[in-house]
C-alpha cells in the first residue's frame, strides 16, 4: 500500500526532535509505491572516510518493470530522433539543441564523489540500497531497532533512536518527491512543465546519487549536463520577472521526448537501489 504525504500539521514536539537532530523524514514516491525514510546534510570531513565495499552502481536484479522501461525508451529514442524537439523561435535556430547522446552520457566518470570536505547528504542506506518504509511505525521500529546502515554514521543517531515515533513522520512539502510524476509531466510539453515537481526531482536524485553513489545519476545531473542547464532555466522560471521570461524561452530547445527519456534512466536507477521495507510484506 503507497504511503500518502501528511496533511496535518506537525507537532511542536516533532518540530523540536527534527531540529534538534538535524534529521527530517523524507516520502519519496516510486512508480506504484511510495514510502518514507530520514535524509541528514553533514559535513564530509566529520563522517567515515571509507566507502563501503557494497557501494558503488547498484547491481540489482532487472524486473518487469524495467525491461518494459527499456522497450518504452528505445521506442521514444526513434520518436525523438526522428521529430527533433526545438524551439521554433528564429533566434534559436542556430542553436543546436541538446542531442540524446547529451542527456544520457554515462560514459564519462564526473568526479564528484572525491571532493574538499562540503555539506553532503546521508539517508537510511545499507549495502548500497536505500530503505524506505511503507508505513511510518515500520521505519520508527527499524531506527529503534537498527543501527547498521549510513544514517548511524551522525553523532545524533542515538539520540533519535530514543526518542522518534510514528506520529514524529510528518513530511513537509519540501520534503515530499513526487518522481513518479515527472516523466509524464515531461512529455507532456514545455507549456505543461511544473517548475517546482522538477526541481525537486532534481534536488533528491542528486542527493540520492551521491548518498547511493550511483555514478550514472551524478553524471546526468552534473554542473554542465543537459538536465543541470534545464534544472537552472527552471528555478529562473520560478522566481519569475524578466529574466523567467528569457530562461522559458531558452528552455523551450530542451527536447520535451530526449528529457523524459533521460529522466526516465535517473529514476530507474534510482529504483533499482531501493529496498522497499513495512506495509505489505
Not at 214 to 227: D, E, K
Not at 234 to 262: C, H, N, P, S
Amino acid at each position: 500500500m503507497a504511503a500518502a504525504s501528511d496533511d496535518k500539521a506537525r507537532s511542536s514536539e516533532a518540530d523540536k526532535l527534527w531540529n534538534e537532530t538535524s534529521v527530517d523524514p523524507v516520502e519519496i514516491h516510486l512508480g506504484k509505491d511510495s514510502g518514507y525514510t530520514l535524509r541528514a546534510y553533514r559535513m564530509s570531513d566529520t563522517l567515515p572516510s571509507a566507502a563501503s565495499a557494497d557501494g558503488g552502481e547498484a547491481s540489482a536484479e532487472a524486473t518487469e518493470e524495467d525491461d518494459d522501461a527499456s522497450a518504452e525508451d528505445a521506442k521514444a529514442r526513434e520518436r525523438a530522433e526522428a521529430q527533433p524537439d526545438v524551439s521554433e523561435n528564429p533566434e534559436d535556430e542556430d542553436n543546436e539543441a541538446p542531442s540524446e547522446a547529451d542527456f544520457l552520457d554515462e560514459d564519462e566518470e564526473v568526479d564528484v564523489l572525491d571532493a574538499a570536505p562540503e555539506e553532503v547528504p546521508l539517508f537510511l542506506t545499507r549495502k548500497g540500497k536505500l530503505l524506505l518504509f511503507r508505513d511510518p511505525e515500520s521505519l520508527v521500529r527499524y531506527v529503534r531497532e537498527s543501527d547498521d546502515n549510513d544514517l548511524a554514521a551522525i553523532e545524533e543517531y542515538a539520540d533519535l533512536q530514543k526518542r522518534i515515533t510514528a506520529d514524529a513522520i510528518s513530511c513537509d512539502e519540501a520534503d515530499t518527491y513526487e518522481l513518479d510524476l515527472v516523466t509524464a509531466n515531461l512529455r507532456g510539453g514545455h507549456d505543461s512543465w511544473e517548475p517546482e515537481l522538477l526541481i525537486k526531482a532534481a534536488e533528491v536524485g542528486r542527493d540520492l546519487g551521491y548518498a547511493l553513489k550511483l555514478q550514472s545519476v551524478l553524471n546526468a545531473l552534473s554542473p554542465g549536463s543537459p538536465l543541470d542547464d534545464m534544472d537552472e532555466a527552471l528555478r529562473v522560471i520560478a522566481d519569475g520577472g524578466m529574466r523567467g521570461m528569457l530562461a522559458k524561452r531558452r528552455l523551450r530547445k530542451t527536447g520535451a521526448e530526449q528529457a523524459a527519456i533521460a529522466w526516465r534512466s535517473v529514476i530507474a536507477k534510482i529504483n533499482g537501489a531501493v529496498e522497499w521495507r513495512g506495509g505489505d510484506e
